[in-house]
């Protein structure tokens, strides 16, 4: 699969002087009609090669007003990240409509914790369906996801950092950790295909972009980025379907709810002793789950908010204080309109 990144792309130094200035001022304009749409950007740079993914995210911060723009670098989980779902800390990172954000790390870590086993195959598995379901779920919500993964050959990896290690004033960029990046490369690049071709998706598909050439490497993602910007500005001012509507088509509104037995009751008696038992089975289990370290989320949703307070306090009655807390979702103000909805 990443043999289409290896047939020695480049750009002449000529040819990339004369254009990055109409690139980069395209790229701003770009930017500031975004600020105007109803949509979020989301680049995500990833690769087998971490010094040229460090340089692309710095040159996409050079040539765009870095104003509008959010870069989050996930590296090594720290301890409160650890007790929360796999991609709390990236659903926070999440960008509001108008604005860009370039995200990286990750991938490739997975990919080697894999080739380790740090990962077995059904955790690996679940972690890529984990991410498919994020990048649909924000596709479906309308924002323009663009992923790259950049690809340098190992061989020409190596003969860079020789290079910059020889060259005591111009190499400082280099330390122990890309030496160690590199040699777990080989194992874990297999996982890393297998990722690739698991999540990419119509509404956010890879670009695998050679990487050995620097100038390639940056016109090539930059123009893809641009023109990506344009064609959704495009469509959004046209007053196309959105993304969500192209892909999933008509909402078919039959729901299960027209099925509902509202005849369905319990006298008094049977309600308060059925009530205890299950209460009383209700505490043990949350005691078990806190010593298990199993989080649980309950979702209340109807029109009846009397039914779903009453639930809630019957249910909360069972729970010590510190094993739970209540969020009440009102509708949403206008700073959270900005946000994915969830």
Do not use: C
């Amino acid at each position: 699969m990443l043999e289409v990144a290896e047939v020695g792309n480049k750009i002449s130094k000529a040819e990339y002087k004369a254009a990055v200035p109409t690139l980069r001022l395209d790229l701003v304009n770009a930017q500031y009609d975004l600020r105007e749409a109803d949509f979020p950007v989301i680049i995500w740079i990833a690769g087998d090669d971490h010094v040229a993914a460090n340089q692309m995210i710095n040159r996409l911060n050079e040539w765009m007003d870095a104003r509008f723009v959010d870069t989050r670098v996930f590296a090594d989980v720290g301890q409160e990240e650890a007790a929360r779902p796999q991609l709390w800390r990236l659903w926070r990172s999440l960008p509001p409509k108008g604005r860009i954000a370039i995200f990286a790390g990750g991938l490739m870590r997975a990919a080697v914790m894999r080739a380790t086993d740090e990962l077995d195959d059904s955790e690996f598995d679940t972690w890529i369906r984990h991410i498919s379901t994020m990048q649909d779920d924000l596709v479906a919500d309308g924002a323009l996801v663009l992923k790259f993964f950049l690809h340098t050959p190992a061989k020409e990896q190596q003969k860079r950092l020789r290079k910059a290690e020889d060259d005591p004033e111009g190499g400082w960029w280099v330390d122990q950790r890309d030496w160690a990046q590199l040699e777990g490369l080989g194992p874990a690049l297999p996982f890393a295909e297998r990722i690739l071709q698991s999540t990419s998706a119509p509404g956010a598909p890879w670009s695998i972009v050679e990487s050995t050439d620097a100038r390639y490497r940056d016109l090539t993602v930059a123009r893809t980025i641009l023109a990506a910007l344009h064609g959704r500005l495009e469509q959004a001012a046209a007053g196309g379907p959105s993304v969500a509507e192209s892909l999933f088509g008509d909402f078919d509104q039959a729901s299960v709810l027209n099925g509902v037995d509202l005849t369905k009751h319990l006298d008094r008696d049977e309600y308060r002793s059925k009530l205890a038992k299950q209460q009383a089975k209700l505490h043990r289990l949350a005691i078990e789950a806190r010593e298990r370290g199993v989080g649980m989320v309950l979702a209340f949703e109807g029109w009846d908010a009397g039914g779903k307070g009453g639930v809630i306090r019957r249910v909360t009655t069972a729970l010590e204080a510190g094993d739970y807390r209540v969020v009440p979702t009102a509708a949403p103000t206008e700073e959270e309109l900005r946000y994915h909805y969830l």
